[in-house]
C-alpha cells in the first residue's frame, strides 16, 4: 500500500515525467499540477491525481494540494518565461501575490512562491529528487576530448556564465576564447545556441573555437530552476555548427544521459562537465 505522498507542478519537457515516473516506482502516490499549455494528463498515467492549473491559480494549486493530503511539492520543467506577459490568469491569492513582487526575475518569483506555500503547511523539495542519477560529475563524457583552444574557451564560458546566472539574466552563454557571443534571456537555452549560431555564420569567430556553456546559479537553490540539457540541446548545438557543450557538473540535470552522449559522439561534439 503507498504509504508517502508527493505533490508535482509540472512545466514542459521530460524532467517532470521522469519524476513522477521514478516516484511511482519507489511507491510514492505522486499528484500532479500540470502548468496549462505545457504539461498533459496522457504523460502521467502513473499519477494517482492529475489536474490543469493555468499559470496564476496560486490559490487553487495550494488548495489541490492540500485536498490530496500533499504536504511535500516538487517544481519541475520549464515554463516559458515569455508566459509571465501573456499567460497568466490570476486568481485571487495569485494577483495578491503578484502585486507584491518588487521585480519579475525568476529567482526572486520562485523563491517567494514557495515561501507562499509554506505559510500553508506545504514544503518544496530538490528538483532534483529521484533524478540523482542524472547529475553527471566532472569528466568529458564524450568520446572528443577538447582542444587546447576549445578548453581555454570552455573556462572563459564558465566564468561568464556564471556572471550572468549570479545577475539572473540566464544560465547558459556561447563564447568564442575571448569574446561572448550571446547570453540566454528569456528566450531559452535552444533559441540563445541558434541566435549565437547565425551570428558567427559569416562573422570571423567562425575560425576560432566556440563553445556553449551552461551552469547553476552561484548559491543555487535546488528546490527550483536547475539547469537541463538533453538531446535538443545537442541538436541546437548542430544546427548551430558549433562543437562544444559544457556543463557544469553536479548541479546540471542531463535527461537520457546514454542517448545525449550517443548523440555527441555521432556529431563529433565535445561535451564535457566541468
Not at 490570476?90 to 518569483?109: E, H, S, V, W, Y
Not at 533524478?131 to 581555454?152: A, M
Request: with cysteine.
Amino acid at each position: 500500500m503507498t504509504t508517502n505522498k508527493i505533490g508535482l507542478i509540472a512545466g514542459e519537457g521530460k524532467m517532470p515525467v521522469y519524476i513522477a515516473r521514478k516516484a511511482a516506482a519507489k511507491g510514492y502516490e505522486v499528484v500532479v499540477a500540470g502548468i496549462k499549455g505545457n504539461a498533459f494528463a496522457e504523460d502521467y498515467s502513473c499519477a494517482s491525481v492529475f489536474q490543469t492549473m493555468r499559470m496564476g491559480q496560486l490559490g487553487a494549486c495550494i488548495q489541490f494540494f492540500k485536498k490530496n493530503g500533499v504536504s511535500r511539492v516538487i517544481m519541475a520543467g520549464r515554463v516559458q518565461h515569455t508566459s509571465i506577459f501573456s499567460n497568466i490568469v490570476p486568481d485571487l491569492r495569485g494577483a495578491k501575490f503578484l502585486a507584491t513582487l518588487k521585480t519579475m526575475q525568476t529567482k526572486n518569483i520562485l523563491s517567494r512562491l514557495i515561501d507562499e506555500f509554506k505559510k500553508d503547511g506545504i514544503e518544496f523539495a530538490s528538483s532534483a529528487s529521484f533524478l540523482e542519477d542524472f547529475l553527471p560529475e566532472k569528466g568529458v563524457l564524450s568520446k572528443r576530448q577538447p582542444t587546447e583552444e576549445e578548453q581555454k574557451a570552455i573556462d572563459f564560458g564558465f566564468q561568464t556564465a556564471k556572471q550572468i546566472a549570479g545577475m539572473d539574466i540566464g544560465l547558459t552563454c556561447v563564447v568564442s576564447q575571448s569574446a561572448v557571443i550571446a547570453v540566454e534571456g528569456m528566450e531559452g537555452t535552444d533559441r540563445c545556441i541558434r541566435r549565437a549560431g547565425e551570428l558567427v555564420k559569416e562573422g570571423a569567430e567562425k575560425k576560432a573555437a566556440v563553445a556553449v556553456v551552461k551552469v547553476a546559479r552561484p548559491n543555487q537553490d535546488n528546490r527550483y530552476d536547475l539547469p537541463v540539457i538533453g538531446k535538443g540541446t545537442i541538436e541546437s548545438v548542430v544546427q548551430a555548427g558549433f562543437s562544444v557543450l559544457a556543463f557544469e557538473a553536479g548541479k546540471t540535470l542531463v535527461m537520457d544521459l546514454e542517448e545525449v552522449v550517443a548523440l555527441a559522439d555521432k556529431h563529433k561534439i565535445c561535451l564535457c562537465a566541468v
